[in-house]
Structure formats: C-alpha cells, structure tokens
C-alpha cells in the first residue's frame, strides 16, 4: 500500500508555517504497514488541486489531503473535491447537530451561517465526525483509491488519524510490518562511522535499509525493513543492531524509537529516584523546557535559574564576584559554580549548568561568539567542559543543548 | 517566475524529521519575487527524483532540490542528476582544495576517499561553494529551467541560499515584487472576524488576497500581492490595512513580519529602558527560551526561575505555604506572588509568573488538566488571570506562551 500526502495552503507556499501534518501523517501511516510515496504542498487553488488530485491517483492507494477546509472564503478544498468527484454538497445532519453543541458548550457567541455550512459535505463522502471543531473529516473512493480530506489544524487532524483513518485503514487492507530503528550517535562525523562500519554495512541482506542523518554534532544510524511477519522482521534488524553496537560502543547513546534524549535521561531519574535542576544562561531556559515537554518531568525535575544578566548569577545562584573578575563569566570554573549553585538552592540530586556566547556580539564576557562551559553536578562531584560552537546563535545554543543532555547522561546510566 | 522546491530523502517520507528546509526557500524566493508553486518530497529513489525532475520542468522555471548531497551510501541525488542530464561527473579543483582546507583547519582527522569525492560535480553543472561544508552547491540548466541543487543540511543550504542562489536569480531575471503583510489578532474566532470584516473583504481589489490563519487562540489576516512597481504594491496593501485596522482594533497586536511577539515586546522594554524577568512553572521556560533565542535579548531580560516544583515557589520565590494551602498552587494569588518574588529577587521592572496543569493527571494541585493562572508584574502593580487550555499538553503550553506574550505587551505599550 502506497501513500500519497497533499498538504493544501498557500502559506506553506509562501513559507509562513512550517508543515508538520505531513511528517506526522507519514509517521502514524508507517506504524500501520503503510509507506508514504511522496508528499506534495499545493496553493488554496482550484486547477492546481485538481492536478495534484490525479497525479496522486497515479502513484498511490491512498491520498490523505490536509487543508483548505476552514470557513471562510480562502477554504476551497471542499468545492474542489465535488468538482473531482462530479458531486454535489448536501448537509449532514450529525455534523449540524455536532456544531450546535460547541457552539452552545464552547464557543458560546452566535453561530454564523459559514459555521453551519460547514456540515455541507459531498453526497459520496463518509463523514469522519471531528470532535475537536467543526470541519468534518471525508472519506472518498475513486476506482479502489482512497480520497481523505482532513482539516489542517494539526490537533484536529491528529484527533482524526487517531481515531478514524488509521483505525479503518487498519481494518480494510492486510498491511505489512515497517519497522524502523534509530541509533544516537555522539562524537564523530558521518564518512568517519561509514568507514568503520564499511564490512557491516556491505553484508547488510537486501531487504534492510540504512541511513546516516547528521544533526549539530549527533549522527543518526537508521535501519529499515518490511514484511509481513512481524517477529521475523524484528529479528532481521536486531540481528544486524547486535553485531553494530560493538563497532560503536564509544559513540552510541540509545534508541530514538524509544524516545529523545531528554526522556531518556528523565526515564533514568525517576528509576534511580534522583531529581534535577538547571541553572541556564546562554540557553535561556531551553533545557528546563525540553523536559517540561514530557509528561511526567514532575518526579524528576525541581526546575531550574534562568540566570542570564551576570548579576543573577551572583546575586541568586551565589557566584562569587572574585572568581567571575578572575575566570570571566564564561568559563569552566563559573559554570561549575553555577551548577553547585542551583543544586544547593534547588536541593537537586544532579544540576546542570550553561554560560557561553551566543552572540551575536561579545557581550558582558571576553569570550568568543560560540564559546560555551557546560558543568554537570552530580550528588559527590562536579566537573565542566569548554566548547566552541561556531558562529550562528541558533545552532549553539541547540549543540549546547544537545551536549548537556549528553554529558547529563552518561553520569547517570 | 515560478519555482518548484523538491526535498529529498526517506527521514522526510516516514516522518523521522520535519522538512523545514522548504519554508525557509519559498519564504526567501518570495522575497526577490519569485512564487512557489508547489512542494514535493521524495524519496531517496533514482526513478522517483527522476519522475520528479521530469514532473517540475513542465511546471517551473526554476527547480530547486535539496538533500542526498552527503558522501555516504544512501545520498544519491548527484549520480541521478548525472542521468537527468546526460552528463559525467568531474573533479572540481577548487572544491578539493576546500575539502582539504576545512579538514586541515577544523576536522583534524583523517581525510576519507569519500569525502574527497564530495569534490565530483557534474561536468555541465556551476559549482556553487559551500563555505559552511565539504558538498558543494549545482546550478544547471535544461532548456531555460534553471536546476538548483543544495545539500540538506539546514545551515549549509541556508549560506548557500544567502550567498549563491539568490543574488544569481536576481541579476539574471527581472523579477517582481512579492509583499506579505499580516496582522496578528487574538480573542475572535476566524468566522466572526470574517463576519464583521465582510464587507471590506467584498470589496478587495482583485490584486490583493487575503488568507485566515487560525492558531491557538491567534488568527493571522495575511493579505498578498504582487506587481512590477514596489511602491504602487505597497500603497495598495496599505490602503486596505488602514481601513481595515479601525474594524479589528480591539483584537489587533501587531504585524508578523516586522517580529515576532516576543521581538515587539523586546524592541519595546529596549526602547523605554525597563527589565524582565520570568518565573515559569507550567511553561517549564519556554518564555525565556523564546525571548533569548532573539540576538539583544540581554539588554533587557534578567533571566527567570523556573518553579517546576511547587517547594521551589515557597523556597526560591518566598510564595507563602498558607497562600498556597489556602488558594492552591494553580490560583490567581499564586501566580500573582511568583511575579512579585521573581522581580525582587531578579530586580526586574516587569515579571511575568505561570502556574498551571498541562496535564496528564492532576499533580500537586487540584487545579483541572488545562487550567493556567498568568499574573504580570509591573513597576506599581500586578494582576492576574485565569484560563482553560484545553487538555493536550502542548497546546496548553503554546496557548499559555502566548498569552503571556499578550499580557506583557498591553502593559508596555
């Protein structure tokens, strides 16, 4: 079974969003044996969709289209599949009553015309009834392929997936098996792992598939495989991870799959029954941030200082003046300090601490832009390291991030 | 001018990463007036970017691709525009050179045959220099579509964006001038703003469009248009959003291409001189994270604690235990006392405080999944609200950044 994603908006277009439905869309689809062939992004233009309909009728068993099904004029995604349809729209009365209750029980100001026209669906459509608004999903087949037109508001289209589309989906094919596994890698470049890992890689059977994805000072190792016997696909890929993990032990952090980094670390915490604080200063609050993300960061995570003026650092973490005048605010000994700081002040089992140049000027420290002290303290010790991150702001305070997690992480496990 | 972005790579297909590379080239395209019509993603497959090079010519002048420009295995995109173009790769001297520089200069390990060959360009194609990595950038032309190929890696392409294709595409067309405008408005639903703007909006000049955004409490009313005469471009779009602004002033906050909420808020506490600080308990420092990521951030941000544990409100902030007892951890007294804590011990002018429950179970408080208190501090006073969010974790912890955002910049201004 093929997949084909037409995310429909001119402000993908023009590049004011950033589209994630079709990442998550390829996600879930790939968990139920289906592969996503191609994603296209198209403008709120009639014609244009209408060939993005049939190109996609071309490649694919399924078409899931996100988009365009909002209530005011620029929404045309609706209309567009009548005309590809040659259908007319008629009102579906479990929609109507549907928005009659929001409308009463949430919105609670009146209900426009526009908001119940949009329980006009098309006569071939099945109706996926959203529970978290008003534009209801649409279910549509056209010589054995599957037309689904979804809202673009990510929660409600993820709703929908969840609840609708995957499960039938699920229920009327005999998909296959995609198993994917990641691998973290911390500390050398992608050429440097492929040629260690050259034997391996060149006795890998047909059906496994890897890939290198590098990221900001981490290189990801993917293997993918399918079929239709599940335990006999995970044996297939553990296989070849069993005889991988030795020839990278020194670099190998754990399994994306499972989770981010900072789950793991989290995951960890909670196990050992150990709590964390933070004390950032040219990360800003990220790190705290990262680990709030997760449920759950209650039992581990006290939280953290904010310290980004020089003065905080001093005045609420209890830095000393001296060795500021005499280490300069970046640098090891302050980061330690910071990291002792915030421990004692939050009554933390472990810190972590950050202060470096982000630039994109020196600032209050002679160091320079990209310059960044990480210190881990840990319940008997605490140490830092100095690291220099290039120039763009963005990208060092994202490795200051993703080395703190890694430096984190190897003192607990 | 018409251009078509294709991104390639599996990561992209099975949802493992979130194509951003595509928004960041429609939005820099639209800004030397070049349009975009469509987005397509592809697999790491000859036959399908081949397909897909074939399916772009017949809709683009210009064909940007990016991705599969890596030396390992699984990067094909060079060999199959190789084939596209009938063509043989070369040894470009000038990017060997390069190659053995940055690995002299910044890699310090053994330099591979693999990275080497990064240094094999297509001999019909114009090498673009990537100053940031060892792939270099590919211009190449096949019956007057321009075919642009950059590597994946955000950054990279970003400087060759920059540097390369963008100052070419403007000295060799004549390009027109593309402007986007969008106001940001907050507490109206998308069809009532549509409802009481009818009128205006009916009578838009055919030359402007005019798109609705809603996200998480915010709807965005962007309004578009393009023509040869920059000036006459603007003075049409500013006419509407002068009669427009009068209709929406009680929603209205600001423009989105000026900067981002957090910017304005920022540009605006440089401006009269006065100093910020956070205290965040649900939003875990997501506040601070977004007001540092802005370069300047500490001319007037002090830093912020983060109170994730509800002992760190009473220890670190001075929030009273009966305060608590009496009104619970998620309560308007609550928030209102971490922004009063938080600007003292910071000496801050401004504070802002969160308290909340994002969720999934109830926590230290009894607050329901959803529920966020906000308080703002000012030089002579605080105050505080109440809102419901919603149970999904992260939206209830977007919806509580922005309103935060919303709160502070009604006070500054």
Redesign the interface.
Known sequence: MNAEIITIG???????????N?????????KIGV??????????DRA?ILD?LK?AKKHANIVILTGGL?????DITKTTLVEYFNDTLVRNAEVVAHIKHIWKTY?K??L?Q??LDQALVPSKAKVLMNQSGSAPGMWMEKDKTIFISLPG?P?EMKALMQNEVLPKLSAQFDLPFIL?K?LLTYGL????I??RISDW?NNLPESV??????NLGRVRL?L?SKGYNKSEVMDLINAQIDKLIPQISDIFVGFEEDSSMEQIIGNQLIKIEKTLA?A??????????Q???N?G??RY?????????T??KT??LGVSDVLIDRHSVVSLEVAKAMALGVQK???SDYAVATTGNA???K??SDADVGTVCIAIATPNNVFAQQFTFGK????I?TKAVHMAFTLLQKEIF
């Open positions: 001119d402000e993908i277009l023009i590049g004011q969003i950033v589209d994630t079709s990442a998550y869309i390829s996600k879930e689809l790939n592969s996503v062939f191609q994603i296209t992004s198209v403008q709120d244009h993005a190109t909002g209530p005011t004029k620029d919105i100001q009146p426009l526009v908001n508001v929660f994917h990641t470049g992608e050429s440097v492929a040629d890689e598939k890897l890939a290198y994805l590098p993917r993918s933070v950032e200063s040219c990360t800003g609050g990220r790190i705290g941030a680990f709030t993300a449920p960061a209650s995570f006290k939280g953290g200082v904010i310290a980004y003026d003065k905080i005045e609420v002040l939050f009554g630039g994109p000027d600032g209050d763009h702001r963005e990208r305070t």
